[in-house]
Nanobody, 122 residues
């Protein structure tokens, strides 16, 4: 199982960014997938996840209504669309996957991508 995150960058407050995660070694409809972030000086925190059924999602409260997790099974890629970004969203974002765990606790995921930096600043 391999995950490759991309799409991070510098964005102004209020702006938007979409992260992508290319998966290999498994298909997205057989694993639970999600996004975890780590802000400077803080612990890792779960952001969003999507069930292997492709319909059920869960979001951390601070990002509800602003972030959307989605997947493209045909291309084996999943996404995190982020809008109305705030400086407190600045973090390294990791895409994650697990065969049996559905949720956003960082410790629940066995497979991690390498992370992509998102910086929200004017």
């Amino acid at each position: 199982v391999q995950l490759q995150a991309s799409g991070g960058g510098l964005v102004q407050p209020g702006g938007s960014l979409t992260l992508s995660c290319a998966a290999s070694g498994f298909t997205l409809n057989t694993y639970y997938i999600g996004w975890i972030r780590r802000a400077p000086g803080k612990e890792r925190e779960g952001v969003a996840c999507i069930h292997k059924n492709g319909r059920t999602t869960y979001y951390k409260d601070p990002v509800k209504g602003r972030f959307t997790i989605s997947r493209d099974v045909a291309n084996n890629t999943f996404y995190l669309q982020m809008s109305s970004l705030k400086p407190e969203d600045t973090a390294v974002y990791y895409c994650v996957a697990d065969k049996i765990y559905f949720g956003i606790h960082p410790g629940g995921f066995d497979y991690w991508g390498q992370g992509t930096q998102v910086t929200v600043s004017s």
